[in-house]
């Protein structure tokens, strides 16, 4: 018996020494999703964890979009992973400057003070080298475990980012490929394969929201304001396109998608004229574009059971 024992635990070391993890099927993580979530019953409060896709604007506008209430607190880097939030001796790049701001609490502490409702995590791009040296569903669960056995009835969500415009892929076809391989099948699939997360983690596709909007958007010809995919990326300071961060467009879409995930509610008909979150007016969609931005928004949430909201709602 004791040889037995001892053969399984070399057995277990060799296999994580060469990457392997205990995973669930896609069948098996669909099961996880097959209720939805109830919807919340007041405002939320709020912790993002991540980097610079998450910014200090998009959290704000998500802010108004939801009401009064509606609080958040956030924990950011430059490019980090989740790891660099987690382990204490590892340095969170940009730590300083991202986090300047009044919302800006430690994570750790956050979690643990069971004093939030939902918790926002996102894994930094590149996903495949967080995935490979970073150790991303590890880090994922070691969160959700952390939310859930503090307070239970705190929602964890995995916000679903992008990849650079100039992808040599192809930006729609990453983002195609990514959400089942990397986001589901490695971050998802590893992370709930334990059982001691005591709950999902839901989705906040704002990988799937763009592309979608994008695909209808450039195949109209464009809108008002708006027409490709560029448009919704920031100017650098030297005049070139950003190719990985939004600007107040991209910002309000994610922030759309983040309202119609959390609230379960169809955020056609909000407003779309923000602040950003140094209190000056964000750059405003024209009236068009913002009601398709609303119901892409919609029709990707209520097509997609890991969101957590009903499907096939209108």
């Known amino acids: 018996m004791y040889l037995q024992r001892s053969l399984k635990y070399v057995m277990v070391l060799a296999l994580a020494a060469c990457g392997w993890q205990k995973s669930l099927d896609p069948a098996e993580l669909s099961a996880l999703y097959a209720l939805p979530l109830p919807p919340p019953d007041k405002p939320l409060r709020v912790f993002h964890i991540g980097h610079s896709l998450v910014g200090r604007d998009m959290p ?7 009401g009064q209430g509606h609080d958040h607190r956030s924990q950011l880097g430059w490019g980090v992973a989740l790891k660099s939030h987690w382990e204490p001796d590892v340095p969170i790049n940009g730590f300083e400057q991202e ?9 750790t502490e956050a979690i643990k003070s069971g004093d939030f409702d939902a918790l926002v995590l996102t894994e930094m791009v590149e996903i495949k080298d967080a995935i490979k040296y970073f150790d991303s569903p590890t880090y994922l669960r070691h969160w959700a475990h952390l939310a859930h056995n503090t307070r239970p009835t705190m929602r964890v969500y995995l ?9 040599p892929q192809g930006w729609l076809q990453r983002l195609d490929d ?26 906040i596709p704002a990988g799937q929201v ?8 450039e195949k109209d010809g464009g809108r ?54 140094d209190g000056s007016a964000a750059d405003a969609p024209s009236d068009e574009v913002a009601k398709m931005m609303q119901e892409v928004v919609w029709e990707v949430v209520t097509s997609y059971p890991k969101t957590g909201v009903l499907q096939g709602k209108r």
């Not at 704000?60 to 939801?66: I, K, N, P, R, S």
């Not at 986090?99 to 994570?107: I, V």
């Not at 763009?210 to 958007?217: D, I, K």
């Not at 920031?234 to 309202?259: C, E, K």
């Open 60 to 66: 704000v506008m998500l802010e108004q979009l939801a």
């Open 210 to 217: 763009m592309a979608r909007f994008v695909r209808r958007l």
């Open 99 to 107: 986090n300047a701001h009044p919302r800006y609490q430690d994570a």
């Open 159 to 167: 916000y679903e980012t992008w990849h650079q415009l100039d992808d």
């Open 178 to 203: 990514d959400l089942s391989r990397h986001w589901e099948g490695e971050l998802l699939a590893k992370a709930l394969a334990h059982g001691d997360t005591t709950a999902p983690i839901y989705v």
């Open 224 to 277: 008002p304001g708006l027409s490709s995919r560029e448009d919704l990326f920031a100017m650098t300071a030297n005049g070139t396109r950003d190719n990985i961060h939004i600007n107040d467009l991209g910002s309000y879409l994610v922030a759309l998608t983040h309202y119609a995930v959390m609230y379960h509610r169809s955020p056609v008909g909000l407003p779309h004229r923000l602040l950003r979150a």
